[in-house]
């Protein structure tokens, strides 16, 4: 099973919860998320505005505490 | 590193792309369309259902596996429970199929590669490549490793979640007005009337609904939708469709055989969709309609008209966004109208209260409505009950 929690400071996509079905990847106003086969990461663009956690459908990211909008 | 060669490379292989791919090779175009998955079709994305008026806009003969089930109607309901039955006959045909899109998809493609066009499975656009600065087609990764698909048009028709857009500098971002958040349960054992797709609309799912669209007799896609700009909590879509299904009879003793995340546009038609070799069709262009969220038939009736115009452009050899207006502008005289006052309608439906859904619905029993189009609806409401639409006056 992958893991990919603490990819990056602001968000944590919990991969064993994560559908894979691009709700993040398409809402992220940075386009700093990218869906391959079977994960959904995030890269330096992300600004933490958090529009992610709230459009998963599913609940898979989560904010990582302390992690700053910049 | 392997280079192919290609007029055309199609990005996703839904239905937009398919039919662009279909009717791009039909016109003598080479085309390859990729597909990031291992099989067309699946993982399903989607709530399966269309309207049959679809299927001669793109010459589409249907199998018998394509087609789960045909309806009789749509049912709309209140949130307090209010029932308005609209038959097919009242709808013009606007309901009438729900797919398996696990055989439509794949049949859809299959016409594709019937007119000539190349597939490759598990293959993925990472980035564009430039000559020069002008797109030159797509480094992509497959099977076989990392290799380059040099095009002379690339067609982003990969979703809700396209990169090919962005990439190539057309803005495709979205507004937190614009964008629902789904999901969904294929839920068995339950005691459905099998005959009609259910639309259920009011705080239970704000700016959203939820539907029940039947696979079978006791088998339906039972799905619920919710505006972001109304979400709050991590995991609220799940948790409030999983609320809804507990608390109807009919659902509770369901068993899901699958589970569907996702998320659509429902956004005014975006400003452009081409730029010199590169076009947008479909989920990718924002092309859904933002009262519904139906993406199938306005994606696949682009996607026809992109072919056509990449037919056009292999024989001319412009592939210059001045080359592609014909598909910018064909689109737009199709689609674009009704897209707008959907989206104005949609801005407006998300204001109103479960009161006001409640009598609108009920004004609707009792005068009857001639179609299921937002327009349709709100005039049958205004001949009897003005006020209750004077919030869309400009819209009517």
Redesign the interface.
């Known amino acids: 099973m992958i893991h990919m929690k603490n990819v990056f400071q602001r968000i944590s996509i919990d991969q064993e919860i994560c ?1 894979h ?3 993040c ?3 992220c ?1 940075k ?1 700093a998320l ?4 079977l994960t959904v990461a995030a890269d330096e663009n992300c600004n933490g505005c958090l ?1 992610c ?10 904010k990582v505490p302390g992690g700053k909008r910049r | 590193m392997k280079i192919i060669e290609t007029d055309v490379v199609v990005v996703g292989a839904g239905p937009a792309g398919s039919t662009t791919a279909r009717f791009a090779a039909k016109g003598g175009a080479d085309v390859v369309m990729i597909e990031k998955r291992q099989e067309i079709g699946s993982p399903v994305r989607c709530a399966e259902g269309i309207s049959k008026p679809l299927l001669d806009k793109i010459d589409l003969k249907l199998d018998q596996k394509d087609i789960a089930r045909q309806v009789k109607g749509a049912k709309i309901i209140s949130p307090s429970g209010h029932v308005l039955t609209i038959s097919e006959k009242q709808a013009g045909n606007e309901v009438g199929i729900v797919l398996d899109r696990v055989f439509f998809d794949k049949h859809l493609a299959k016409l594709a590669a019937d007119e000539g066009a190349e597939i490759l499975l598990k293959t993925s656009a990472v980035g564009l490549l430039k000559d020069d600065g002008r797109i030159a087609g797509v480094r992509a990764i497959g099977p076989s490793g990392e290799f380059e698909i040099r095009a002379k048009c690339v067609v982003g028709a990969d979703g809700f979640e396209s990169q090919i857009g962005r990439w190539g500098g057309i803005d495709t971002t979205l507004s937190p007005d614009d964008i629902t958040s789904c999901f969904q349960y294929r839920l068995t054992n339950i005691d459905i009337d099998p005959d009609y797709c259910e639309f259920t609309i009011g705080s239970m799912a704000p700016g959203g609904y939820v539907w029940i669209f039947p696979k079978n007799e006791d088998t339906a896609n039972v799905g619920l939708g919710i505006q972001l700009k109304q979400l709050k909590k991590p995991g609220e879509i799940k948790a409030a469709l999983d609320r809804f299904i507990s608390k109807d009879k009919r659902l509770a003793k369901g068993k899901p055989l699958d589970m569907v995340a996702g998320a659509v546009s429902i956004c005014a038609p975006i400003e452009k969709t081409v730029i010199d070799n590169l076009l947008l069709v479909g989920d990718s262009a924002r092309q859904i309609d933002p009262i519904t969220g139906g993406g199938i038939s306005n994606g696949c009736i682009a996607g026809r008209i992109a072919g056509e115009t990449l037919a056009h452009a292999a024989e001319t050899g412009d592939f210059s966004g001045r080359g592609l207006q014909t598909y910018e502008q064909g689109w737009r005289d199709v689609l674009e109208n009704k897209q707008y006052r959907n989206w104005m309608a949609k801005e407006k439906l998300v204001k109103l209260s479960d009161d006001v859904l409640d009598k609108i619905i009920q004004a609707l029993i009792e005068v009857g409505v001639e179609g299921l189009s937002a327009l349709a609806i709100l005039q049958a409401v205004a001949k009897k009950y003005p006020e209750l639409v004077e919030e869309f006056k400009d819209f009517l």
């Open positions: 559908m079905c691009g709700a990847v398409g809402t106003p386009n990218f869906l391959h086969d529009l956690v709230r459009v998963c459908p599913i609940g898979a990211i989560e």
